[in-house]
């Protein structure tokens, strides 16, 4: 997944005329298409079958809190992806060059997987994890460009709504993808019981490089729609701008304390299924597709809330629930109530919660970052998160290995090392969610506001969000819809 205040109104970049209507709405729809592609190449190397993968290698608890804070060597990347998009200011060059080379990374890697697992499945772990850490470091200088890019083409009016319908097609296609994934890893298993059982990731790992690839050659297709001169700052001077701005930083002092306290959990919840509960793929993929299909609704959802309202009260009241979460987890058990009524519960809650908090966490960074050098902003957002996310998963493997003595089979709550990493995770977001406060969002309003817009029957009725219809005047844009046809793109230009 995945806030910040300063209302300078200074130009996101300076371009001497503004693309055409048409040129903008090309570029929204070729990065939903290409999107499409990364998702699928990011939830077959990620979600659950990276995991998996590492503990079909011998990964324990602490090898896999290492894996989860790899991403930490990714805030080196950050800041520097930031600093060469300030300098040159051409984000296409920079995003084609390095989503090529984080995602084929993945097709040597695979390679020395083939040939070596079966023999040393030790080395191809620490294989696995050097890869790792330069995916990590490319797809940070990847992900810092990208998002500098995209908030210079999406206009600020559709915003919510425009990343909201990203999120949905993006998260529907992924949902297919683990359910299909998790069926094929379960059904090569049984058919091919005497083949090593490595063999049927490095299917999923080939599919997912051939995605990968296509999702960089659409990214050469998509318009560059702004070709300002670039900026002359020097390095210092250009990352001292953001600490001066006091609502910035208390917006990032949130985020270190949420990413830090909600991935001491987070990355364990598969391994605990896997592992603890002895569940099989096809059913972890299917609590993966239930949290997928909640998101689903709740990117549009909360996309359209966040356009009509703001964004902080919706950040309020899905970090509540989010934060509540995994003491919920510490109840669960194998047993049939467990795995087809609490787990389903569990997972379909923090998705449609998790999608408020994640699109608008994003919507409130453009919001009160100043649109000058947005991308060093974005750079101490995601760099700050990256470094507390790998410290929080660290801390979470060390505190699932030294808690095994504590383990009580006979005590519902503490029958798992895991579920220690549990309560201390819900202990500390509880805190974070108080942060919040002081935090100024510009045109912000109340939470009541927003639990007023969430009782509205209109909400419910998922075809109501796809269906034209009239915009209320202040979400009327004519660049939405963005599938408007030619003829009322030519009457907009007008």
């Known amino acids: 997944m995945?806030?910040?205040?300063?209302?300078?109104?200074?130009?996101?970049?300076?371009?001497?005329?503004?693309?055409?209507?048409?040129?903008?709405?090309?570029?929204?729809?070729?990065?939903?298409?290409?999107?499409?592609?990364?998702?699928?190449?990011?939830?077959?190397?990620?979600?659950l079958f990276l995991p998996?993968?590492?503990?079909?290698?011998?990964?324990?608890?602490?090898e896999m809190g290492v894996i989860a804070a790899i991403p930490l060597v990714s805030s080196a990347g950050q800041f520097g992806g930031s600093y060469l998009v300030e300098k040159i200011k051409k984000t296409k060059p920079i995003v084609v060059t390095t989503a090529f080379i984080s995602r084929n990374l993945w097709l040597p890697f695979t390679i020395f997987s083939v040939l070596f697992a079966v023999k040393d499945p030790v080395l191809v772990l620490e294989v696995l994890m050097i890869t790792l850490v330069f995916y990590h470091f490319f797809g940070a200088v990847l992900g810092v460009s990208w998002?500098?890019?995209?908030?210079?083409?999406?206009?600020?009016?559709?915003?919510?709504?425009?990343?909201?319908?990203?999120?949905?097609?993006?998260?529907?296609?992924?949902?297919?993808?683990?359910?299909?994934?998790?069926?094929?890893?379960?059904w090569y298993m049984e058919m091919f019981p005497a083949d090593n059982r490595y063999h049927a990731f490095h299917?999923?790992?080939?599919?997912?490089?051939?995605?990968?690839?296509?999702?960089?050659?659409?990214?050469?297709?998509?318009?560059?729609?702004?070709?300002?001169?670039?900026?002359?700052?020097?390095?210092?001077?250009?990352?001292?701008?953001?600490?001066?701005?006091?609502?910035?930083?208390?917006?990032?002092?949130?985020?270190?304390?949420?990413?830090?306290?909600?991935?001491?959990?987070?990355?364990?919840?598969?391994?605990?299924?896997?592992?603890?509960?002895?569940?099989?793929?096809?059913?972890?993929?299917?609590?993966?597709?239930?949290?997928?299909?909640?998101?689903?609704?709740?990117?549009?959802i909360w996309g359209y809330i966040s356009d009509h309202t703001a964004n902080k009260p919706v950040i309020v009241i899905s970090g509540s629930i989010l934060a509540l979460l995994p003491v919920a987890w510490l109840l669960v058990d194998s047993n049939p109530f467990s795995i087809f009524f609490f787990i389903p519960f569990l997972h379909v809650t923090g998705g449609f919660f998790g999608a408020g908090f994640n699109l608008c966490s994003v919507n409130m960074l453009l919001r009160v970052a100043p649109r000058e050098n947005i991308s060093v902003y974005i750079s101490y957002w995601n760099g700050f998160n990256v470094i507390t996310t790998g410290l929080g998963a660290l801390l979470g493997g060390l505190?699932?290995?030294?808690?095994?003595?504590?383990?009580?089979?006979?005590?519902?709550?503490?029958n798992s090392s895991y579920k220690y990493v549990f309560l201390i995770s819900?202990?500390?977001?509880?805190?974070?969610?108080?942060?919040?406060?002081?935090?100024?969002?510009?045109?912000?309003?109340?939470?009541?506001?927003?639990?007023q817009s969430l009782r509205a029957m209109q909400l419910w009725v998922p075809?109501?969000?796809?269906?034209p219809r009239p915009q209320p005047e202040n979400l009327r844009s004519p660049y939405w819809p963005i599938w408007k046809s030619s003829r009322k793109i030519r009457l907009d230009e007008k």
């Not at 998996?52 to 602490?62: D, E, H, I």
């Not at 700052?233 to 909600?262: D, E, Q």
Request: hydrophobic letters at 55%.
């Open 147 to 186: 998002f500098s890019w995209m908030s210079s083409i999406v206009p600020d009016q559709i915003r919510g709504r425009y990343f909201g319908l990203r999120n949905i097609i993006l998260g529907g296609i992924g949902l297919l993808f683990v359910l299909l994934g998790g069926y094929f890893l379960d």
């Open 426 to 451: 819900f202990v500390l977001r509880i805190g974070a969610v108080f942060f919040l406060r002081g935090l100024r969002e510009p045109k912000g309003v109340a939470v009541v506001k927003v639990i």
């Open 399 to 414: 505190l699932a290995k030294i808690s095994s003595p504590l383990v009580t089979p006979s005590l519902l709550i503490f």
């Open 463 to 467: 075809l109501w969000f796809f269906l």
């Open 52 to 62: 998996a993968f590492a503990l079909a290698l011998g990964a324990g608890p602490f």
């Open 2 to 47: 995945e806030e910040h205040i300063t209302t300078s109104q200074s130009p996101i970049i300076d371009h001497p005329a503004p693309p055409s209507i048409k040129m903008v709405l090309t570029s929204l729809r070729l990065s939903i298409l290409e999107g499409s592609f990364a998702n699928v190449f990011g939830n077959l190397t990620g979600s």
């Open 203 to 300: 299917i999923l790992f080939g599919i997912a490089v051939l995605f990968g690839l296509v999702s960089t050659l659409l990214l050469m297709k998509q318009p560059d729609l702004y070709k300002p001169s670039p900026i002359q700052h020097s390095f210092v001077s250009l990352f001292k701008k953001p600490l001066a701005n006091i609502n910035f930083m208390k917006l990032i002092r949130f985020g270190i304390l949420w990413s830090f306290s909600f991935n001491i959990a987070a990355p364990f919840f598969i391994v605990f299924m896997l592992q603890d509960l002895k569940l099989s793929y096809t059913l972890v993929a299917g609590y993966a597709i239930s949290a997928s299909c909640m998101d689903i609704l709740g990117m549009w």
